[in-house]
């Protein structure tokens, strides 16, 4: 997400999207954030965090920033906002089922030291999502491939997520 944290804005108004329009889509994410972090939560409390809810969120996000690509490309403001929507219902619902998994997982009495390896581990590719789509568009002039990358990398964690066992709960019987 740190593309879409850093470079969002810049990238849609160099694509020819007004300032208020861009602005809004910022706010629109951080409302549908919630709106993704609520329901995909319900989803991975009935469904299974990582099969479920984690692969599908790592899914909508990949599919985003193809939307987002896709907005550039043919200067489509329902693109973009299309593009908004399903970036912001993943946002920060992986933070979330993140941190259920890991619980899930190692338990309550590792919970703390996993995740915050685990998020931690997140907010550094973070990091490295915002500095290496700037070194890409000032060496190429463009966030396109940016963008490309970010859709694989969605792409690839949802599919290595899918694959994994699920894990259930404590005290629950384990899903299928």
Do not use: K
């Not at 009495?109 to 890409?136: F, I």
């Amino acid at each position: 997400m740190g593309f879409v944290q850093t470079h969002f804005m810049a990238y849609a108004m160099d694509a020819g999207f007004d300032m208020i329009l861009v602005g809004s889509g910022m706010g629109g994410m951080g409302i549908m954030s919630v709106v993704g972090s609520l329901g995909l939560g319900l989803h991975s409390d009935r469904t299974g965090r990582r099969r479920g809810s984690l692969a599908l969120a790592y899914a909508l996000r990949a599919v985003g920033f193809v939307l987002l690509a896709g907005a550039g490309a043919l200067g489509s403001a329902s693109v973009l906002m299309a593009s908004v929507v399903v970036i912001g219902l993943s946002w920060a619902a992986t933070i979330s089922l993140t941190t259920a998994a890991c619980a899930d997982h190692w338990g309550r009495t590792a919970a703390g030291t996993v995740t915050g390896v685990a998020l931690g581990v997140m907010w550094l590719g973070n990091a490295v999502g915002a500095y290496m789509p700037a070194m890409t568009a000032t060496v190429g002039g463009s966030y396109t491939a940016a963008l490309w990358v970010n859709a694989a990398l969605g792409i690839a964690a949802a599919a290595l997520i899918r694959v994994g066992p699920e894990v259930a709960p404590a005290g629950t019987p384990a899903r299928a």
